[in-house]
C-alpha cells in the first residue's frame, strides 16, 4: 500500500536536547511538507520540498531544519533553538506535476519536551 | 495574503440531524478548495476538493461542498450525521503557483449527540 510512515508516533525528550522526526513516502511524490499542529490554531507550515536537494522555509521554520537527500525522506530536526517545541508534527506529500494540490498526510508525531 | 475562516470554533449536532461547517476565504483568484478530517491523535484524510466545474462536489463518507464565488465560500455539509462523524474538520486553500502550499483554516470540532 502507498503512504506516508512517520515514526515513532509518540517522541519526549528534555529541554536543551535535537530531536529528528522522520517521515517517508512511497507515493512517487516530488513535493513534501512539515506542519506543526497545536490546539486551536490549525496546520502551520513548517518547510517544505518541491524537488530533491531543495527546500524552502514555511511560516514558522525559526529553530528547525530539514533535508531531502531522496525522493522519499524528508526528515525534520527540531533543534534546542525551537523555544516552544512540544506539538503534534504532521508530514504530507502531493505531486504538483500532474496538476494535483491535494495533499496526503502522515499519521503524525507527537512530540514532548520537558 | 491569502486567508482560510472557519467560523465555528465547536458544533454539537444530535445523530441523525444535518451538518454544515462553515469555510470563508480571502483570495484574489478562484482558489483550489479542499476539505479535510482528522480523528483524534491521527493524521489528515482528504474529504473532498474543487478546482474547477461543477460547483457542488461530493465526496467520501457521504459529504458533500458547494463553492459559492459570490460569498467566498465553500460549506461542507452532510444530510445525516453519523456518531463516527465525530472529528475536527479542516477547510484549507491551495496557492497555485506558488509551491504548491496549503493555507489551512483553525478548524471546527464536531461533537455528535447519540
Known amino acids: 500500500d502507498g503512504g506516508i510512515t512517520q515514526s515513532p508516533k509518540y517522541l519526549f525528550r528534555k529541554e536543551g536536547q535535537n530531536v529528528t522526526l522522520s517521515c517517508e513516502q512511497n507515493?512517487?511524490?516530488?513535493?513534501m511538507y512539515w506542519y506543526r499542529q497545536d490546539p486551536g490554531q490549525g496546520l502551520r507550515l513548517i518547510y517544505y520540498?518541491?524537488?530533491?536537494?531543495?527546500?524552502q522555509k514555511g511560516d514558522i521554520a525559526e529553530g528547525y531544519s530539514v533535508s531531502r537527500e531522496k525522493k522519499e525522506s524528508f526528515p525534520l530536526t527540531v533543534t534546542s533553538a525551537q523555544k516552544n517545541p512540544t506539538a503534534f508534527y504532521l508530514c504530507?506529500?502531493?505531486?504538483?506535476?500532474?496538476?494535483?494540490?491535494?495533499?496526503?498526510f502522515g499519521p503524525g508525531t507527537r512530540l514532548t519536551v520537558t | 495574503a491569502q486567508s482560510v475562516t472557519q467560523p465555528d470554533i465547536h458544533i454539537t449536532v444530535s445523530e441523525g440531524a444535518s451538518l454544515e461547517l462553515r469555510c470563508n476565504y480571502s483570495y484574489g483568484a478562484t482558489p483550489y478548495l479542499f476539505w479535510y478530517v482528522q480523528s483524534p491523535g491521527q493524521g489528515l484524510q482528504l474529504l473532498l476538493k474543487y478546482f474547477s466545474g461543477d460547483t457542488l462536489v461530493q465526496g467520501i463518507k457521504g459529504f458533500e461542498a458547494e463553492f459559492k464565488r459570490s460569498q467566498s465560500s465553500f460549506n461542507l455539509r452532510k444530510p445525516s450525521v453519523h456518531w463516527s462523524d465525530a472529528a475536527e474538520y479542516f477547510c484549507?486553500?491551495?496557492?497555485?503557483?506558488?509551491?504548491?502550499?496549503?493555507?489551512f483554516g483553525t478548524g471546527t470540532q464536531l461533537k455528535v449527540e447519540l
Open positions: 507515493l512517487n511524490h516530488d513535493a
Open positions: 520540498s518541491q524537488i530533491v536537494n531543495d527546500f
Open positions: 504530507a506529500s502531493s505531486s504538483p506535476g500532474t496538476g494535483s494540490y491535494e495533499q496526503y
Open positions: 484549507a486553500v491551495a496557492l497555485t503557483g506558488g509551491g504548491n502550499k496549503l493555507t
